[in-house]
């Protein structure tokens, strides 16, 4: 089971929100006070019937243009679409499916359940069921209410603020919830071993309370000298069973500096709130025909955090979004999905008829991802300098090569590195990639800067030798492979097979440069390909073999960058 969409009606900045959520990882960006939070109170509200951990509140939750206009019959709706097409959800389809059939309903085709949840200004609240080409229906009774009930019980919904105040309260539910899941782990192992582990703690505590004991008794005789009523004083532990003691663990971090987990810095106690839900999930009962959706609600993960420790925390909830569903709202470059840019939500804030409102953006297909840098307010320095290297290319063709060679060495673990750690930028020539290469090597604190130049005049005299910063070749610089005395760009490291294959089929344009006189007379013609478009073939089309030379190059270089 997975929630497929969602629907907002009538929640504090919301007036009208769709959104389907396409996959199990979603971003949700847009500046301050543009509503992101205010969709994940739509979450909790459906799935606990409270807000910011309190009841609804019409006067504090409906948008005040609501309450203003004196709309008796308006409502807060929050409508959820739960897709139970995979397996293990058979008994709950089932339900589903019975609820439909008793009451005359379609039964949906698509095995997608929709179920709204609403609340009145009145303080009445409830759950409709969405029929297929009908609407909303209710039930009669409680059938309903029971089936959305056996629903939630299946959902582990977690939510994690980013204000501080809210942000501790989370840590200690969660922390209380992890001692219980351990005490249960404990509790269900070998009955055999628990009752020698047990036997062994009571002779322990015996030996402890004896010493404890004798060590009281001085103290006992000083007390009854001075108040002779007291005839002794007693050093007890506070609990006699393992299982209590258990029960009051503490967590303590050791960075160094060993103290409680709750002590350390905010950044620390954030993370660890994640980390925390990842072992709750990992040790989470499993039923052999019910599945439990995992949901959470992440406000602002980046929060505190240094960019390295963002990286990480980015790749551990791509890696946990595998069996989680996880939305999270952010203001970090870090967190934006790039491999599938329409993962990401952005919102903006609207004036609709004289209020404003929360308004999704729709993402375009050519640069989805510029709206989202818009509102993110980064440049293009500010984006770069949060990759740990920055290597400066001569063109696009370049980036998309070497691109694929670092993500192709990454998937492997021939280098131990994320993704995110190299970004690969077109200096669009050899002398705008030398002026950039200087600004970037002169300016950029946060990240490594680095290029790679064609081998030939254009890039050793319009390239390397225009780099107005003190640099070594070899280390900061470097040249594309080539034979001694000959030259080399891009296109002599594709083997021959791809471009005759490609000429052969027509699957790549070719250009023609003409040289013209000034009275327009052609000096010279030259046929040559189209870059862009070779380069694409290649990385469609090369074997790992014919990979190979470019990857060992491109290893080569993160090596002797560092």
């Known amino acids: 089971m997975r929630i497929s969409s969602i629907k907002v009606r009538h929640l504090r900045s919301i007036d009208a929100l769709d959104l389907d959520l396409p996959q199990n990882f979603i971003s949700v960006v847009g500046q301050n006070s543009t509503g992101k939070s205010n969709l994940f109170r739509a979450f909790e509200l459906f799935f606990t019937g409270q807000i910011d951990q309190r009841p609804f509140t019409a006067a504090l939750d409906m948008p005040t243009w609501v309450i203003n206009a004196f709309a008796p019959n308006v409502r807060t709706n929050i409508q959820i679409e739960f897709d139970l097409s995979e397996d293990g959800d058979d008994t709950l389809w089932g339900l589903i499916q019975n609820l439909f059939t008793t009451n005359g309903w379609p039964v949906p085709p698509d095995k997608k359940f929709r179920v709204a949840r609403y609340f009145a200004r009145s303080g009445s609240s409830g759950f409709q069921c969405i029929v297929p080409g009908q609407g909303t229906r209710s039930t009669e009774g409680e059938a309903l209410e029971e089936l959305v009930d056996r629903i939630i019980k299946r959902i582990d919904y977690r939510y994690v603020p980013s204000l501080k105040d809210l942000q501790s309260e989370t840590f200690r539910h969660i922390n209380d919830e992890l001692k219980r899941r351990l005490l249960s782990i404990w509790a269900g192992g070998n009955r055999r071993e628990i009752n020698e582990k047990r036997d062994r703690f009571q002779a322990i505590r015996t030996e402890i309370e004896k010493l404890i004991q004798d060590s009281a008794s001085g103290l006992s005789s000083s007390l009854h000298d001075h108040f002779p009523d007291v005839a002794a004083i007693k050093l ?327």
């Not at 967590?251 to 350390?264: R, S």
């Not at 030939?456 to 040249?479: C, L, P, Q, S």
């Not at 790549?508 to 862009?532: F, H």
């Open 236 to 562: 007890a532990m506070a609990s006699t069973e393992l299982e209590d003691m258990i029960g009051t663990l503490d967590v303590f971090a050791d960075d160094g500096h060993e103290t409680l987990l709750k002590q350390k810095g905010s950044g620390v106690q954030g993370a660890s709130i994640i980390h925390m839900l990842h072992v709750l999930r990992d040790t989470a009962p499993r039923g052999k025909h019910q599945k439990v959706l995992f949901l959470w609600n992440i406000e602002e993960p980046e929060t505190f955090l240094h960019p390295t420790a963002q990286r990480r925390l980015a790749d551990m909830l791509h890696r946990q979004s595998l069996n989680t569903q996880i939305l999270i709202t952010t203001h970090s470059p870090i967190f934006v999905q790039r491999k599938t840019p329409h993962a990401n939500i952005l919102f903006k804030r609207e004036l609709l008829e004289g209020h404003h409102a929360t308004k999704r953006v729709k993402l375009p297909n050519e640069d989805p991802l510029g709206p989202v840098r818009d509102s993110l307010g980064t440049s293009l320095a500010d984006s770069l300098s949060l990759h740990e290297v920055v290597i400066l290319v001569e063109g696009p063709s370049d980036v998309t090569v070497f691109s694929k060679a670092f993500e192709r060495l990454c998937s492997r673990s021939a280098l131990p590195l994320h993704n995110q750690y190299c970004a690969f930028v077109s200096g669009h020539g050899a002398s705008q990639q030398a002026t950039g290469f200087t600004i970037l090597k002169s300016w950029s604190p946060l990240s490594r800067a680095a290029a790679i130049f064609d081998s030939d005049k254009e890039g050793r005299e319009n390239g390397a030798r225009k780099i107005k910063v003190k640099v070594t070749e070899g280390k900061d610089y470097f040249f594309l492979p080539h034979a001694p005395g000959q030259d080399a760009v891009l296109e002599d490291l594709y083997p021959a097979r791809i471009k005759s294959a490609a000429e052969t089929d027509g699957s790549i344009a070719q250009l023609i440069l003409i040289e013209q006189r000034p009275d327009g007379t052609e000096i010279s013609r030259t046929t040559t390909w189209n870059k862009d478009q070779l380069a694409k073939c290649f990385c469609e089309r090369a074997t790992d073999a014919e990979w190979r030379p470019i990857e060992d190059f491109i290893k080569d270089v993160i090596t002797k960058i560092g």
